[in-house]
């Protein structure tokens, strides 16, 4: 994103839209958003981890989802990549293609950029730059992240050993309900599962390295995940369904949705494997950062993921999760 004073002058056009929007955004590293690139330096012994996610509207997003929780969920659905490699948040940089001729005029984006400012402020972070178009289609955001680590510190997704736990953090598959409320599907009287939805909550803030031994967030849903996992390590993960922690307002909804929770996708939620003795040391990391996390399985020698009853038996999921292609 870069701007000149002739047409933030004139009051119209690309430059004014990003000088209104997004320079109260900007940190020191990004110029003013003036020139053509941001200047940013990585502290010694430090490295950079570096993200980046699209969301595409009627894809990942609905048309009427709000505007000041559309930039937000975007923001931290890159934060909750960085939070599973290990990396705290710094800065990032922002995409936006805009339809012609359709809503988003000025108050909707002053939303927009406002529940932008709301997070900058929560996580630490700060705007750097991007690009902005027009296109004949749907709206398109896309975030680039940078987070900070010690160098050799990452956490990876390869690292899973037989015998080692399953944890998550948080609770599963209440996004992936929400949707359907908001398609008309189910009902959600305390707006939870909505909320979870348009809001994920990025688990930034844990310090786990020497503590688990495999770490990546849950996006595409827990059991397409925990297969990510199993391929890059070379196990297979044993997920045991009763132990999968759930929301009131899921378990509301009858054990009829298991499977869609399990499935679905949307958590940005930490998926976490750690050898037996360590899991006192994980519990601690979770308590002192106040985030809830629970055990839901082993992994074992094999290959994949295997899903178990109450009784032990193995449940086949229709569908292993979100697919693009």
Request: proline letters at 5%; one cysteine or more.
């Amino acid at each position: 994103m870069t701007g000149r004073s002739d047409s933030e002058n004139a009051g119209s056009g690309e430059f004014s839209f990003i000088a209104r929007h997004f320079r109260p955004l900007a940190g020191v590293e990004a110029l003013d958003l003036r020139d053509d690139c941001a200047l940013m330096r990585c502290p010694i012994g430090e490295e950079f981890a570096i993200s980046t996610d699209t969301m595409v509207e009627n894809v990942h997003f609905l048309p009427d989802d709000p505007p000041e929780t559309l930039g937000r969920k975007l923001l931290r659905c890159n934060l909750s990549d960085l939070a599973a490699m290990g990396a705290r948040p710094h800065a990032y940089t922002l995409n936006v293609t805009v339809p012609r001729g359709g809503r988003h005029d000025e108050s909707w984006f002053s939303a927009f950029s406002r529940g932008l400012a709301e997070d900058q402020r929560r996580y630490g972070v700060h705007l750097i730059g991007g690009d902005t178009t027009s296109i004949s289609g749907p709206l398109v955001l896309s975030a680039t992240v940078f987070g900070l680590l010690r160098q050799n510190t990452a956490l990876r997704r390869n690292g899973a050993r037989a015998g080692d736990d399953i944890w998550v953090t948080g609770t599963i598959g209440d996004a992936a309900l929400g949707l359907l409320v908001l398609q008309g599907k189910l009902k959600d009287p305390s707006g939870f599962l909505t909320g979870r939805y348009h809001l994920p909550q990025p688990r930034t803030g844990l310090k786990l390295h020497g503590i688990v031994s495999a770490a990546m967030d849950i996006s595409d849903g827990l059991v397409q995940d925990c297969g990510h996992i199993a391929a890059e390590s070379g196990v297979q993960l044993v997920l045991e369904s009763e132990t999968v922690p759930v929301s009131e307002a899921a378990a509301r909804l009858g054990p009829e949705w298991l499977m869609k929770r399990l499935c679905g996708g949307d958590d940005y939620e930490l998926l976490l494997t750690c050898p037996p003795e360590r899991s006192q040391a994980l519990q601690t990391a979770c308590q002192t950062a106040n985030i809830p996390i629970h055990r839901i399985g082993r992994v074992q020698a094999g290959r994949g993921v295997r899903v178990l009853d109450a009784g032990g038996h193995d449940i086949v999921p229709e569908q292993g999760g979100w697919q693009h292609f």
